[in-house]
């Protein structure tokens, strides 16, 4: 997610660029809305950024006020219609949302609002549709408007949601009282950024100010940046997912304060110290495992090479939306390096196994291309429970570490060993002293009660009945 608002700037082309650089977050559709001060103009399709803006559509939108989106669905299926931002008009007035995240007590909501079937069909609409539900177009103005609206409306919200939303005038932040999903704050001119990750910040130019605060909303107009926290203090625990630093994301962003990068090396040289072997190259599965992989050739003293060439106009694998699309995915975006794998003793460093269908895949491609032996080492613990709070993970059938020991895992990927990085070392690693992190994935304690477990399409399946 993206958000600026540069007085006097035409902003459409940085959040295009914003969101080009936030696009591992998020790869199934993408969308804009920008305000010229009086109107809010939303543009949004399926695709990758590039998709769906071309210079055409970016020099069309016309506004110093700006918010971004690129979705990665969770709780709605990948439609254009739960593509982002989701806008809602009001009387005169109008605004838009982006959400990262997933929210956990979406059905309640929507039976406590009374909600219709088929009025909204994500988890995000279902909050646009709440805000205009609440707001009131006769408010003293329209920022004081949507900040009393989302002052009464946020408290009933549960799971994990960073916002960024916009009326005509204003950008607003927000971070769930955990801080599931990061949200950054930037500084451009006399102007302020908003963003998912770091990078965003600097490749429109902007100064990193601050990572917003779990349970804090920030307010943002020509006359500069208020703070409020708008959750009942009881529930702000910070829990910034864990994931974020194994694999979601960026390695140059920062999160508490520090370059993911610098983290992923260490996991790789902890899992070097704490599970050895001998073998002639160490390499890492593009991109995510590499820097684990450096650390743990580093650590080892065994030469680190590339193994596998990945294809760089491909995206993610795991966060494609079915199983066949990821299958798909692993030949389209790797292939091996045979002059580094030829009769080679392997050590194959990943960052995650989730559903093993890549790794698998991988490993049986490395085997094909002449590889002597195949020792997995993993940068985090096994991933033995879904998450709620963003990845798309709903069911334990779905995740190999839920059904299989660490041996049996070994044995079904056809690696020759295998080991996992300690929940102990992982957080050693990230060395973030008195931070707090979910990992209910890993653990299966989870900090916000899910209760029923939420479907991706809870409430498309009420449309449908
Ligand atoms: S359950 Fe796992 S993936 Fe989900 S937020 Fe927690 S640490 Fe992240």
Known sequence: MFG??????????????????LQHRGQESAGMAVSDGETITVVKDMGLVTNVFDERTVAALEGDLAIGHTRYSTTGS??????????RSVGTAGFALGHNGNLTNTAALAERAGMLPGVVASDSDLVAELL???????????????????TKVLPDIEGAFSFVLMDAEHLVGVRDPNGFRPLCLGRLDDGWVLASETPALDVVGARFVRELEPGEMVLI???????????????????????????????????????????????????????????????????SGVPAAEGYARRSGI?????????????????????????RGVRRKLNPLRENIV?????????????????????????DAGAAEIHLRVSSPPYAWPCFYGIDTPSREDL??????????????????????????????????????????????????????????????????
């Open 4 to 21: 600026v608002l540069a007085p006097g700037a035409p902003v459409a082309q940085l959040t295009f660029d914003g969101l080009y650089s």
């Open 78 to 87: 990948s439609t254009w219609r739960n593509a982002q931002p989701a806008y």
């Open 221 to 287: 107009d020509r006359t500069g940046v208020r703070s409020v926290h708008p959750f009942p203090a009881e529930r702000v625990d910070p829990k910034l997912c864990i994931f974020e630093l194994v694999y979601f994301a960026r390695p140059d962003s920062l999160l508490y304060g520090k370059e993911v990068h610098g983290a992923r090396r260490r996991m790789g040289e902890l899992l070097a110290e704490q599970a050895p072997v001998d073998a002639d190259l160490v390499m890492g599965v593009p991109e």
């Open 132 to 150: 205009s539900l609440a707001f009131s177009p006769d408010g003293a103005d329209g920022g004081g408007e949507l900040e009393a609206t989302l």
């Open 400 to 465: 190999l570490a839920a059904q299989l020991s660490v041996e049996e895992i070994g044995a079904y990927l056809g690696t020759d060993s295998i080991a996992y990085l300690t929940l102990d070392n992982l957080e050693r690693a990230i060395d973030a002293p008195g931070a707090g992190f979910c990992s209910a994935c890993l653990t299966g304690d989870y900090p916000v009660e899910i209760s029923p477990a939420p479907a991706k399409e809870v409430l498309e399946v009420a449309i449908r009945a």
């Open 303 to 327: 030469p680190y090479g590339q193994g596998l060439v990945k294809n760089r106009y491909i995206g993610r694998t795991f966060i494609a939306p079915t199983p066949e699309a990821r299958a």
């Open 343 to 367: 009769g080679k003793r392997l050590i194959v460093v990943d960052d995650s196994v989730i559903r093993g269908t890549t790794t698998r895949a991988m490993v049986e491609m490395l085997r």
